[in-house]
Nanobody
């Protein structure tokens, strides 16, 4: 069994920053890609950023230049540094870890940005 746990969400004023963390544990043989997704009320879940095991990154256009994804392969942890936050970034942020082709999702962490 694989556990994926996010942390670091909270409330911040527009223009502020937050750093999300996601740790994977349990029966993980190897971790491939890791990623962050978000879902705002009444909207579909969308990709925020992904990072491969080799460190290649991909970002949604809406967060390019403001967010940065990174990972620690020893700790099986992925991070999302979020800067210049705005109200449109308010969402539940979910971490997804891919291992042997299977996605494992966390329960999400809420980020609220007040304008």
């Amino acid at each position: 069994q694989v556990q994926v746990v996010e942390s670091g969400g909270g409330s911040v004023e527009a223009g502020g920053s937050l750093r999300l963390s996601c740790a994977a544990s349990g029966s993980i043989f190897s971790i491939d890609a890791m990623g962050w997704y978000r879902q705002a009320p009444g909207k579909q879940r969308e990709l925020v950023a992904t990072i491969t095991s080799r460190g290649s990154t991909n970002y949604a256009d809406s967060v390019k230049g403001r967010f940065a994804i990174s990972r620690d392969n020893v700790k099986n942890t992925v991070y999302l540094q979020m800067n210049s936050l705005n109200a449109e970034d308010t969402s539940v942020y979910y971490c997804c870890v891919y291992s042997r082709g299977m996605p494992y999702w966390g329960k999400g962490t809420l980020v609220t940005v007040s304008s």
